[in-house]
């Protein structure tokens, strides 16, 4: 019987495959998939497929259909059930499994979902992503096999696992986790009875339809909760998780957030004490204060891409011993795999602040302050968006402007840096400025909506600036 299946044209995307479950993604989608990423691994020479799913109320019936295609295109499949993502990374790692499927949605509203892949235990994106939609198109996926399938629980290895690398001592630290009805929940509680200190969970429940605020935790409003109770308790600091635990968000001892880009200056120091000289990636979003504070503390900062597939290949190409994005995913190759975990990432915080003389707002309020805009968003077709950016770029080189050109174009000035980037997502360019003072933001405010205008494009509104971050 001939195969063929059209996937929508929005749910290919760089990083993983997304979309709304009933309307863009069904189960139809989930079957292709597996056929089509079966025979990947097949061509590659492997034989088996580690499958891992979130606790939203599609993942279940998405992953059953992932793995009827995949066991129809003959590979072994190694279902670990629901949890978080970094799990199934961990469980791909130990078992050494050829291929790697989640179904997640990760931080985005309860009614989407998606898959995120690795090959041979490295990031599956961009044209790979392509691919698998134009074999699906015209059935290159191999006969119809009858490959198998067993189920194990990596669980007890996974948290025994991220306990060994707790380096705090025995003080007693007092922590408030937010699980936001994440796929975290029963790891994480079976998690906090490892640890020393007193732990207070909010919303340990894995609820699908995320009941108590929207699972991401880069965005300030859905920290309220995890801000009063820190407060409340006189806690030590805060941690949350988005929807399938890859990415975190955390809060000082005073209820203010760390930010992505701050966090990775706290984790960069003690990483840095052990392996001085070593690089240290961040995205191109993240603060100038970060690879300042990077190169002061004997690093070696780089300037990366945005997309947590793109950064893990760098670390993997550089030997990079820890890397972090602003959107909150934090890749720790000293000691643990190379992967992106928030669990991990937040036990070894824990770490380091258990072993600090002061708090971890002392280290917060030390870095130097800035002041930004939001990160900004217009639409801009998809062809349209790169030809702009392309635009800034040449007419930046001709005005001899200090740029880099790892992301989009990222304008270093006397009063901070303005980027301008196309997403990799969105059929949107990304713009963000960032200054020591007003009268400097204001006027590299005025440099990006200079050049957007070149362009023949209106600037978005850049009112709001926040301080601190």
């Known amino acids: 019987m001939s195969f063929s299946h059209s996937f929508h044209p929005s749910v290919l995307r760089e990083y993983d495959i997304r979309g709304i479950v009933g309307d863009t993604l069904h189960a139809a989608d989930a079957y292709a998939i597996g056929r089509c990423f079966g025979n990947v691994v097949i061509q590659a020479g492997g034989k088996n497929v580690a499958v891992g799913y979130d606790g939203r109320v599609s993942s279940p019936e998405l992953e059953q259909a992932l793995v009827h295609g995949l066991i129809e295109a003959g590979v072994e499949v190694i279902r670990i059930g629901r949890g978080p ?30 898959f995120k892949m690795m090959l041979r235990r490295k990031p599956f994106f961009g044209q790979q992503i392509q691919n698998l939609g134009k074999m699906a198109l015209i059935g290159a996926v191999g006969p119809l096999s009858a490959g198998t399938e067993r189920s194990i629980d990596v669980s007890d290895a996974y948290i025994e696992r991220l306990v060994k690398d707790w380096d705090g001592g025995d003080r007693a630290l007092k922590v408030v986790w937010d699980n936001g009805n994440g796929a975290a929940g029963d790891v994480l509680m079976r998690l906090i009875e490892r640890l020393p200190g007193q732990h207070t969970v909010l919303y340990p429940e894995i609820d699908g339809g995320f009941p108590n605020h929207h699972p991401d935790p880069t965005v300030p409003k859905n920290l309220e909760a995890l801000i009063a109770e820190v407060k409340k308790q006189g806690a030590d600091l805060g941690i949350a998780f988005d929807g399938d635990a890859d990415r975190i968000g955390a809060v000082d001892n005073k209820g203010e957030i760390l930010f992505g880009d701050q966090l990775l200056v706290v984790l960069a120091r003690d990483v840095l004490k052990a392996k001085p000289g070593a690089t240290i990636i961040a995205d191109v979003k993240a603060s100038q204060v970060l690879f300042d504070e990077v190169e002061k503390a004997g690093g070696k900062p780089l300037m990366w891409k945005t997309g947590h597939s793109l950064i893990k290949a760098k670390m993997a190409d550089t030997g990079c011993p820890l890397a972090g994005e602003m959107s909150g995913h934090i890749f720790f190759a000293d000691k643990w795999y190379g992967f992106d975990d928030a669990l991990y990432a937040g036990v070894r915080l824990l770490g380091i602040v258990a072993r600090m003389d002061g708090s971890l707002s002392d280290v917060r309020e030390a870095l130097p302050q800035v002041l930004n805009t939001p990160e900004l968003r217009f639409d801009c077709d998809d062809v349209r968006k790169f030809q702009v950016v392309t635009e800034v770029a040449a ?66 509104d850049f009112s709001g600036a926040n301080a601190g971050h």
Request: aromatic residues 6%; glycine residues 10%.
């Open 85 to 114: 993502t970094p799990m199934l990374y961990f469980a791909s790692t130990i078992h050494r499994t050829d291929g790697a499927i989640m179904v997640t949605g990760s931080h985005n509203p309860p009614n989407y979902n998606g």
């Open 395 to 460: 007419r930046l080189a001709a005005e001899g402007a200090k740029v880099n050109n790892a992301d989009g174009v990222r304008v270093l000035t006397e009063d901070g840096w303005w980027l301008l980037r196309a997403s990799n997502t969105q059929a949107v360019l990304v713009a963000r400025c960032e200054a020591s003072s007003e009268a400097g933001l204001d006027r590299l405010k005025a440099a990006l909506v200079a050049q957007l205008g070149a362009s023949g494009l209106e600037a978005p």
